[in-house]
């Protein structure tokens, strides 16, 4: 194979062309065949007057690996080697999550390789390790991705091998946990990276492959490490209880709202350290009665981590019922949250339960409890103080056995100060706050909760979308999400529906409905927004190969045939100039030749082999 040849798929040396926002190829690495890393070390700064390292605008530390391995020893010993383990790779993932998104601000628009290589040499930047690519292997669209790289004099070893000696185990699992973050993170699925060969073994390095979570076999560990909560992020979880949504009460007397079971697909997804903190929280609570408040912004799905902490506990075969608080008119929230009796007022033609007696034996949603009357608010207060409800026109007190999950967005403590909000009410519902981050606060969940909605719009709507751009995948995790998880489903549900059959999700798919970008998405995504997904590169390509056929085919054939140009050369030469234009999208340059992408994708390896 030629370099000229190999320059289709495969850029080596110095020669670092290839797809510009890539999106596939194979890439076999020389040794140490590195980009400059004066953009990342540039970023490295130290500020020992105020006692202040930042990378990028991340503050880190230096610490002495002495004090690691003492750490790592106590760990062992106190907790076991399985659970230090799972520490320590969850650790290492939150790191390389968040040195992901540096990857993106620093060569977001730089091609494939030297893209992805930003986290090998932050890890090597950071003293952590000296990584060695061995081979890369990416399709985006497709969600394919191998990637194998050599891990010499690793820190982690070395204190290791200091506090245990050789062993039979891998050790790097700090290291592991990054590959693993910084990965799923930059490829927008989750990928597990293993550790087949350590020199905590005696191996002379360490050699570590990286594929998406679904090609590994026996993953169970793994993923108990990553997700310690085993009701998060399972499939076989699904919400099977009967919930009852805030129906539109119209008139208290009509028919009790419809109870809806939830969809299959409402999963808790998330593997960053705000996500596995809030399950923690909710096991840890869910064996208990106690109330339950949870505080975060709209979207963040608090409804989910409500039905889930039911679900887990011990009320799981009673009832889960939902309201919120803020779709109930003012006048009917009392009669709607506590029923109301026949003749309480004009309208009241029969007697019916109100959530809270349905609620009986299980769980009590109350979304958006901010918003409830201070007279609703009182009768609330009894019943979480008395366990006694009163119906709307009734005197008599109904005894219910019901635990109280209660969500805001809003500040409480602010409102009980305005006066909006009964202090003693708060108190009562404060007993167990638990705090769910933003999404821009948890970006490490972004490649599970993606493969998630994909998977779930492409079923409901029918669609064999493949998967996401590269820069569509940049852009997600640059974007500042105000609207949180719920913005993001509803982003990927449009993004699945506008894409193509046989496509992946671009980024014209995605913002469309006025989101305020900032300059990092703007910045990477070129011509992406401007250009929707390519259409006007296509049209022009299909304009020059039009012009060609006309009037200048007769000179163009003479030049081919007088420079001596062979029926090779020219395919491959044709080959290339489309896949460049199509930015490495393989169907994009298949559909500019008018050949099927296996067509293309087999012309290719052709000329590599
Ligand atoms: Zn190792």
């Known amino acids: ?58 503050r880190m530390i230096l610490m002495h690996t002495r004090a690691l391995g003492a750490l790592r020893r106590e760990l062992v010993e106190t907790l076991g080697i399985s659970a230090a383990r799972a520490l320590l790779i969850r650790m290492g993932y939150a790191s390389g999550a968040q040195d992901a998104e540096l990857a993106v601000k ?77 990965t799923s993170v930059f490829v927008g699925r989750p990928v597990l990276f293993r550790e087949v060969e350590c020199r905590a073994t005696g191996a002379q390095a360490c050699r570590i492959i990286g594929k998406p979570l679904s090609e590994w ?32 009460a119209t008139v208290p007397a ?28 909710l ?3 869910a064996g208990t009665n106690a109330t339950v408040l949870l505080l975060g912004e709209s979207g963040v799905g608090k409804e989910l981590f409500a039905q889930t902490l039911h679900r887990i506990s011990k009320r799981a075969s009673g009832p889960f019922v939902a309201i919120n608080c803020a779709a109930i008119p ?35 949603f109350l979304d958006e409890i901010g918003t409830l009357t201070l007279q609703a608010q009182g009768k609330l207060l009894r019943a979480l103080q008395e366990g006694e409800v009163e119906r709307v026109g009734d005197r008599k007190s109904r005894k219910v ?15 009980t100060r305005k006066g909006t909000f009964r202090e003693d009410l708060f108190f009562r519902l404060n007993v167990f706050p638990i705090q769910i981050p933003p999404l821009r606060d948890r970006r490490a969940d972004i490649p599970l909760l993606m493969e998630h909605f994909l998977k779930q719009f492409r079923s409901r709507h029918g669609k064999q979308v493949t998967g996401f751009t590269q820069r569509a995948i940049n852009g997600l995790f640059a974007y500042d999400w105000p609207g949180n998880i719920r913005e993001l489903e509803n982003m990927i549900e449009r993004g699945v529906i506008l894409a193509a059959d046989g496509e992946a999700v671009d980024l014209c798919h995605l913002f469309t409905s006025g989101e305020i970008l900032s300059a990092n998405v703007l910045a990477m995504s070129g011509d992406g927004l401007l250009n929707p997904c390519g259409q006007r590169e296509a049209a022009r390509a299909k304009e020059t190969v039009a012009g060609a056929g006309g009037g200048d085919a007769g000179s163009l054939i003479d030049t081919l045939l007088g420079n001596g140009t062979s029926l090779d050369d020219l395919e491959e030469q044709l080959l290339q100039a489309a896949v460049e234009r199509a930015q490495g999208n393989i169907s994009e340059a298949a559909r500019m030749l008018g050949i099927t992408r296996p067509q293309l994708a087999y012309r290719l390896k052709r000329k590599i082999v």
């Open 283 to 285: 096991e840890k609570v």
């Open 401 to 415: 056995d019901v635990r109280v999950v209660a969500a805001t967005n809003v500040n409480l403590r602010d409102c």
């Open 106 to 182: 620093v060569r977001g628009t730089a091609s494939f390789t030297d893209f992805f290589l930003v986290g090998p040499q932050l890890h090597a930047l950071e003293g952590i390790v000296n990584v060695q690519p061995v081979r890369l292997e990416s399709d985006t669209a497709t969600g394919h991705f191998y990637g194998e790289f050599l891990w010499h004099d690793s820190a982690e070893d070395e204190v290791h091998i200091e506090q245990f000696g050789f062993g039979s185990e891998s050790a790097c699992w700090m290291q592991q946990g990054y590959a693993s973050g910084y």
């Open 217 to 248: 076999d026996a993953t169970d560990e793994e993923l108990r490490y990553l997700q310690p909560q085993s009701f998060a992020n399972r499939d076989r979880l699904i919400v099977s209880n009967r919930t009852a949504q805030a129906a539109p």
């Open 330 to 364: 003012e006048h009917l929230i009392e009669s709607e949250l506590f029923g109301v009796e026949k003749g309480a007022f004009t309208g009241a033609t029969e007697s019916r339960a109100g959530r809270f007696e349905r609620a009986h034996g299980g769980t009590l």
């Open 1 to 58: 194979m030629t370099d000229k040849q190999a320059g289709i798929l495969r850029s080596g040396g110095p020669k670092r062309t290839g797809d510009a926002i890539g999106q596939c190829g194979t890439q076999i690495f020389d040794r140490f065949d590195l980009p400059d890393i004066e953009d990342l070390a540039s970023r490295l700064r130290f500020s020992p007057r105020t006692g202040r390292i930042w990378l990028d605008n991340n």
């Open 254 to 281: 009509a028919a009790p709202s419809p109870e809806v079971p939830a969809t299959p697909e409402k999963l808790l997804v998330g593997a960053s350290a705000g996500f596995n903190m809030v399950c923690h929280m």
